[in-house]
């Protein structure tokens, strides 16, 4: 992303919002930060403070008591500060790792709830992507609030301290003696001087801010090295590339990309930029403060020399301007800082505002202690996001609920796609689909969801206890969980395994984790829909890794299993649907056929006919 020109206002509005969005989620950070810019700020003019008292003392009355006083005073106050200044650090540091950590949760709890046909669509994956690489590659995003928030916090507490401990400065008269040098009492003298020093500060603070923007410049090469380094850098940990990487030798293609790879070389873009203008910039920004300093020192100096103060004060003014001058260096360098990452920012909440079009119904799903649900789909047509072809085409099907229905056709004849439409993952372009008589889009969306449970074909375990999978959570139900274990036909297997349902399921998390098989997975996966005990319970081809008798043996017990639960099967062997009460058939987007399997297959010129044949020569009845 390039530097986007953004106006100051709509640079702190936007700023503020993230300050609002974060605050909610960490008021503690917030809270701690606070105290600890306020005691960091200050240290530098308690330091000042004192040593000047004390040198003043020593260069006039010389009390020896006094002297004593200051300096117990002194090493109390600056070891007080000095210690609250690094047990609230600490105690910042910490929650900022947890801001981090609570940031994120807000992404994925984004990416977990917005809408399921979002997760089609390529952009959305490229703007959270896009997200990701900018706070990788240099903390522009939301994680860049903390910092404006510290250093606003410090230079705003910084100036007033400085202000304080230099007023008399300004106000402190040279004698009518000192000849000339009384000009340093003109208060047209100390304004110029004031704003001179003032600009000066802006100066070397927009040096810095340009700097800072050339960052920014180089955020598109950024992007493409960080997305290369995300690719090449972890290929060799992906198991699934082992066996490729051996046999084709890939592992030249990983060392051409470390060696050719310009984007965070030397040579690449951003070194180019390190020793060019952004390099130049940052010098002239350090440079033009040291004029500062040099410029408070010779008026200090002078006033001290004319007689205006004595020799102690100057360590107090010339401290307390030069970490004033500081102050304002930050403050101005913030503002560039502020315009660069608004449009971070901007990318963020373009992320976070995703609409969720699926959450607007609000009824609540009834809770039919007859499970009798009616489900309905009304010349129902559909696309997937940017497809042209309808995957869906005027559907209209009517089915009872409690009853079994399977749902045959060939691959690409719209069956799962069916079912995402019945369970919300996708809304209808046209018609509409009742639950109860009533359209599902009024429904309030999760209570929808709970009505069903799902074994889609690429369903996905995690690597994580058996019990957990099984329930979704780790805190679950063990007798419930063992009861669905056995009766999706996995009990037996899983009280082989070495910690019963503490076993983890694959090996990324610990060595003792169990590798199961295709048709075990798929038989946990049935565990997980029955312990879910929704009233409509949907099998989408779950036995394609099964065999045959296997997956017979599964579909015996299902009927029995499913009780008084609508029961929807996908398969694509026909013999296995034979004992649904009523098989929808899918041809091309529409349901061609509809009826229990003897009058389908009494049809001879019918699509179940059809597959039934095909399919008869590898069954022998
Ligand atoms: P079946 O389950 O009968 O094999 P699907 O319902 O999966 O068929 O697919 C129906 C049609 O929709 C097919 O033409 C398929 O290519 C297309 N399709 C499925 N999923 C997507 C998707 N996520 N994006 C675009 N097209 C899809």
Request: glycine share 8%.
């Amino acid at each position: 992303m390039m530097e986007k020109k953004t106006t100051m206002g709509h640079a702190v509005s936007v700023h503020l919002r993230a300050a609002r969005l974060l605050r909610k989620v960490s008021p503690k950070f917030f809270a701690i930060s606070a105290l600890y810019c306020v005691v960091s700020a200050l240290t530098p003019y308690i330091t000042v403070f004192f040593s000047a008292q004390i040198l003043k003392e020593l260069a006039t009355a010389r009390r020896a008591e006094i002297l004593w006083q200051w300096v117990a005073v002194s090493v109390l106050c600056t070891g007080l500060f000095a210690v609250a200044a690094s047990f609230l650090y600490q105690r910042k540091e910490t929650l900022l790792d947890d801001l981090w950590g609570r940031k994120e949760i807000l992404f994925i709890g984004k990416m977990f709830s917005m809408d399921y046909a979002d997760l089609d669509r390529q952009q959305i994956h490229d703007l959270r992507a896009q997200i990701r690489q900018n706070e990788n590659w240099s903390g522009w995003g939301l994680m860049r609030l903390p910092e404006v928030y510290e250093s606003g916090l410090k230079s705003i507490i910084g100036i007033l301290g400085g202000i304080a401990l230099t007023v008399s400065l300004f106000t402190a008269r040279v004698p009518a003696s000192a000849g000339g040098l009384t000009v340093l009492n003109s208060p047209v003298f100390i304004l110029v001087l004031a704003a001179g020093m003032v600009s000066v500060s802006m100066l070397a603070g927009a040096c810095n801010a340009r700097a800072t923007a050339c960052w920014s410049n180089a955020a598109s090469d950024a992007t493409m090295g960080n997305r290369l380094f995300g690719f090449f850098g972890f290929f060799g940990k992906k198991r699934e590339r082992a066996t490729d990487i051996r046999i084709y030798n890939q592992q030249h293609l990983v060392s051409a990309y470390w060696n050719k790879n310009a984007s965070f070389g030397t040579d690449g873009p951003i070194g180019k930029l390190a020793r060019g203008p952004m390099g130049i910039y940052y010098g002239l920004g350090t440079g033009i403060t040291v004029v500062i300093t040099g410029s408070v020192y010779v008026f200090t100096c002078l006033k001290a020399w004319a007689g205006a103060f004595d020799v102690g004060s100057i360590t107090q003014y010339v401290g307390a301007a030069t970490a004033m001058a500081g102050s304002i260096f930050e403050v101005t360098s913030l503002i560039g800082m502020i315009k660069t990452n608004a449009g971070y920012l901007d990318t963020a909440f373009e992320f976070l505002d995703i609409p969720g079009a699926m959450y607007q119904g609000s009824l609540t799903t009834e809770k039919r202690s007859d499970r009798k649900y009616q489900v309905e789909f009304q010349n129902v047509w559909f696309r997937y996001p940017g497809a042209e072809k309808w995957a869906l085409k005027n559907v209209s099907m009517k089915f009872e609920v409690g009853k079994r229905l399977a749902i045959v056709g060939e691959n690409g004849s719209g069956k799962t796609t069916f079912i995402k439409l019945l369970c919300r993952l996708y809304d209808p372009e046209e018609g509409q689909i009742l639950l109860n008589g009533i359209d599902i889009r009024k429904y309030n969306y999760r209570d929808y969801m709970d009505v069903f449970s799902i074994v889609f074909q690429d369903f996905q375990l995690l690597s994580q206890p058996l019990g957990a999978n099984v329930a979704g959570c780790a805190d679950y139900d063990e007798r419930r969980v063992r009861k669905a274990l056995v009766d999706a036909g996995f009990g037996e297997r899983s009280d082989t395994m070495p910690e019963g349902l503490e076993t983890y399921l694959y090996k990324d998390f610990t060595e003792n984790g169990v590798e199961v098989s295709g048709g075990e997975a798929q038989k946990i996966a049935i565990a997980r829909a029955l312990y879910k005990d929704a009233p409509f319970i949907i099998l989408d081809e779950p036995t394609a890794a099964l065999d045959p008798i296997a997956e017979a043996e599964i579909y015996s017990k299902f009927n029995d299993i499913a009780g008084d639960k609508t029961a929807i099967y996908i398969s694509h062997r026909l013999s296995s649907c034979k004992f649904c009460d009523e098989i929808a058939v899918f041809h091309e987007g529409q349901v061609v056929e509809q009826g229990t399997h003897a009058a389908l297959v009494a049809n001879e010129h019918g699509k179940y006919h059809q597959l039934w044949n095909a399919q008869a020569q590898y069954y022998t009845e």
